[in-house]
T-cell receptor, first 115, second 116 residues
């Protein structure tokens, strides 16, 4: 069965420090992989996506993620975290659906940024 | 980027009443729209997939008579929670997908439903 695991429920990072959020997936075929960010009470904003090609993808707000097929991982990174990055981060995998690609989400990682 | 508008952002209703939530793609035509439900501190769970002009496809365990979905046009899908009860209180989020570009989904801001 398809699934997404985000092992870290909550992470606290100092402002200016680097960040890595982990994501592992289980999928029967080549996945579509996404990272979304959600601020409190808000919808989701797409940070970046991977469909094919270069396994290191760049996204908005200085985020990047690397697809590692051998490890079934798609970890999100940022070299220097800003206080405004504090939010909920969701990793998701796309699966073929009857009409379009519905997403399966991980449970999310809450990022707190300390000064 | 593509914008999805979801309305209302918050609704409080009495038990037994019905509530309609609208999801609109503002600057693109959405061949497919998705409805998710999110419980506090939890992930998003797909409820149903709606396609313009056809019946919605519901995920296992989702009551289709309880959560009515209508996708009347390429820019509008509605979710009606019928005879709402307190256990239906949740955060509902819609997303709209396009047929090209890998079916990226763009999300609405969500609707907080509270049933008293």
């Amino acid at each position: 069965a398809q699934s997404v695991t985000q092992p870290d429920i909550h992470i606290t990072v100092s402002e200016g420090a680097s960040l890595e959020l982990r994501c592992n997936y289980s999928y029967g075929a080549t996945p579509y992989l996404f990272w979304y960010v959600q601020s409190p009470g808000q919808g989701l904003q797409l940070l970046l996506k991977y469909f094919s090609g270069d396994t290191l993808v760049q996204g908005i707000k200085g985020f990047e993620a690397e697809f590692k097929r051998s490890q079934s991982s798609f970890n999100l990174r940022k070299p220097s975290v800003h206080w405004s990055d504090a939010a909920e981060y969701f990793c998701a995998v796309g699966r073929a659906n009857q009409a379009g690609t519905a997403l399966i989400f991980g449970k999310g990682t809450t990022l707190s940024v300390s000064s | 980027g593509a914008v999805v508008s979801q309305h209302p952002s918050r609704v409080i209703c009495k038990s037994g009443t019905s509530v309609k939530i609208e999801c609109r793609s503002l600057d693109f035509q959405a061949t497919t729209m998705f409805w998710y439900r999110q419980f506090p501190k939890q992930s998003l769970m797909l409820m149903a997939t709606s396609n313009e002009g056809s019946k919605a496809t519901y995920e296992q365990g989702v009551e289709k008579d309880k959560f009515l979905i209508n996708h009347a046009s390429l820019t509008l899908s509605t979710l009606t929670v019928t005879s709402a009860h307190p256990e239906d209180s949740s955060f509902y989020i819609c997303s709209a997908g396009t047929s090209g570009g890998g079916n990226i989904q763009y999300f609405g801001a969500g609707t907080r439903l509270s049933v008293l």
